[in-house]
Nanobody
Framework: QVHLVESGGGLVQPGGSLRLSCAAS????????VGWYRQAPGKQRELVAAITSGVSTDYADSVKGRFTVSRDNAKNTVYLQMNSLKPEDTAVYYC?????????WGQGTQVTVSS
């Protein structure tokens, strides 16, 4: 059985930082592309960052230069370091790993940026 579990969300002031973690069980993260998505109230879910098995990364324009995605294959975990957070970054953040045959989501972790 496959599980993706996000953690690290919380309440942070504008300009602050958080590091999200996505720990996987039942699949080997190191051979899969993993994406971080977010969904704010009333908005569609959007891709924020992704990292391939070859450690190439890609970011949404809105987070470039502020967010960094990385992976620790030994821990089967992918991270999202979020710096210089803005109120518009407030959302539920999800990790995802999909192939042509499979599509796995975590349960999400709430990030709230507010003073």
């Amino acid at each position: 059985q496959v599980h993706l579990v996000e953690s690290g969300g919380g309440l942070v002031q504008p300009g602050g930082s958080l590091r999200l973690s996505c720990a996987a069980s039942g699949i080997i993260f190191s051979i899969r592309t993993v994406g971080w998505y977010r969904q704010a109230p009333g908005k569609q879910r959007e891709l924020v960052a992704a990292i391939t098995s070859g450690v190439s990364t890609d970011y949404a324009d809105s987070v470039k230069g502020r967010f960094t995605v990385s992976r620790d294959n030994a821990k089967n975990t992918v991270y999202l370091q979020m710096n210089s957070l803005k109120p518009e970054d407030t959302a539920v953040y999800y990790c995802n790993s999909a192939t042509m045959m499979t599509n796995y989501w975590g349960q999400g972790t709430q990030v709230t940026v507010s003073s």
